[in-house]
């Protein structure tokens, strides 16, 4: 071989060497971004406000049994989050996360007792919460998870040991 023919052969070489290596580099998968859930969009809604009648009548079949409710009218979507009866006063529900992903609409929230020092009366109560929602065609769940379960630890401590939570 001439050195000619071996410029040549080294050139193609060379190109070869480059071509796959950009080949092998653009090609490689891109790491797809994680994007955070959406935040959900809703109101929670006092006994000042005035619902339909057919959502009056279903809050109150349900207001007084344990659970998560919901019901879709042709604009809004309603969620009940009811603590059931309670003997005394000072129940709460308390909405402790929201989160809007591809699969739903998850809520996660407890029925909170009240504190020990906290003076109540013997009268029975439902602690619930009304919740409305623009109409979706995600599924809206709902479970109970405590507060201490959701929050990170605090100076390397959980903070689900102070509800008895593991």
Not at 57 to 71: D, I, L, R
Not at 80 to 89: A, E, F, I, P
Request: glycine letters at 6%; proline letters at 7%.
């Amino acid at each position: 071989m001439n050195i000619k023919s071996n410029k040549i052969a080294i050139a193609i070489i060379l190109v070869l060497i480059v071509g796959i290596g950009c080949f092998l580099y653009f090609s490689k998968p891109k790491p797809i971004p994680k994007v955070p859930p959406k935040p959900v969009k809703f109101e929670i809604l006092d006994s000042s406000v005035k619902l339909a009648p057919e959502v009056e009548k279903w809050m109150k079949s349900n207001e007084k049994k344990q659970g998560f409710y919901t019901v879709k009218t042709s604009k809004e979507v309603f969620v009940l989050l009811s603590g059931g009866v309670r003997n005394t006063t000072g129940y709460g529900i308390s909405l402790n996360a929201e989160k809007e992903t591809t699969d739903g609409i998850e809520l996660q929230y407890e029925v909170v007792a009240p504190n020990k020092n906290q003076k109540v009366v013997s009268k029975q109560t439902n602690p619930h919460m009304l919740l409305r929602f623009e109409t979706t065609t995600k599924p809206i769940t709902g479970k109970i998870v405590p507060l201490a379960a959701i929050q990170p630890a605090v100076n390397g401590k959980s903070n689900s040991a102070d509800k008895g939570v593991k």
